[in-house]
């Protein structure tokens, strides 16, 4: 059985679920479970830095919950000086860290196996995979509308890198929403944001979406704006909204 617990460590909002999991591993047996730790290494002035993701091994302690791996995701490979480093400030072997830099191309899929095995890939064995990459790196991009607010930092709310190109509307905030534009644009994305102001034009946004089939994602805030809009509109509860 594999469960996720999703966020960040430290959040209140996911404090009931690493006491359910402590609990889970009282009751199953330390041995029959295995605890990973997803992290991200940043990079600042091309160099990485650990200390948050260090914090973060000291807050998940904090729950009663120690990590058996701990997976580092991050721009380049993490290097052996900050492995050492999160090994002995993490209390952890270094074998049980393992580097997911980020692959924005073929090529650096191809290098990672390469790294990974320490022999020449046989890429017959990824060619699915290898080819899907190969065709989105030919692919136009794929254009994304962000329709928010508060958005200031667009790098901060973006994850995905490959196929895609991310535009800020920020329409919503400005009190109107502009359907000329949306159809301009081949998806989009509502995130989060508290707060009433613009609620109704989220709930247009997502009216929009489902009736001209535009691929939508709500993310938290955004999300609850797509129930509330096909519960006002397909089922007919008018006064359906959001205590947030």
């Keep these: 059985m594999l469960v996720e617990v999703g966020g960040t460590v430290g959040d209140f909002e996911s404090t009931c679920y690493y006491e359910a999991v402590r609990q889970m591993i009282n009751e199953e047996g330390k041995d029959n479970v295995g605890l990973i730790m997803l992290t991200y290494i940043l990079t600042l002035n091309s160099e990485q830095k650990t200390k948050p ?21 991050s721009e380049i490979e993490l290097q052996i000086p900050q492995r050492d480093k999160l090994a002995m400030f993490g209390n952890i072997s270094k074998d049980s860290i393992f580097s997911v830099p980020i692959l924005k191309t073929f090529l650096m899929f191809q290098k ?9 890939p046989n890429i017959q064995q990824y060619t699915k995979f290898g080819q899907y990459l190969k065709e989105l790196e030919q692919q136009k991009p794929v254009i994304v509308e962000i329709m928010g607010k508060y958005i200031k930092n667009l790098a901060l709310n973006l994850s995905i890198y490959i196929g895609c190109l991310y535009i800020v509307d920020k329409s919503i905030e400005r009190g109107k929403l502009c359907y000329q534009k949306c159809y301009q644009f081949d998806a989009i994305l509502l995130p989060g944001g508290f707060g009433s102001n613009g609620f109704n034009l989220k709930i247009k946004c997502c009216q929009y979406a489902r009736e001209k089939k535009k691929p939508f994602l709500g993310i938290c805030y955004g999300f609850q704006a797509a129930v509330i809009e096909y519960a006002k509109n397909i089922l007919g509860v008018k006064d359906a909204t959001s205590e947030e």
Excluded: M, P
Aim: hydrophobic share 40%; glycine share 6%; with cysteine.
């Design 53 to 73: 993701a260090q914090n973060g091994i000291k807050d998940l302690r904090y729950t009663g919950l120690i990590a058996d791996f701990i997976i580092c995701r």
């Design 112 to 120: 990672q196996i390469q790294a990974s095995t320490q022999k020449v």
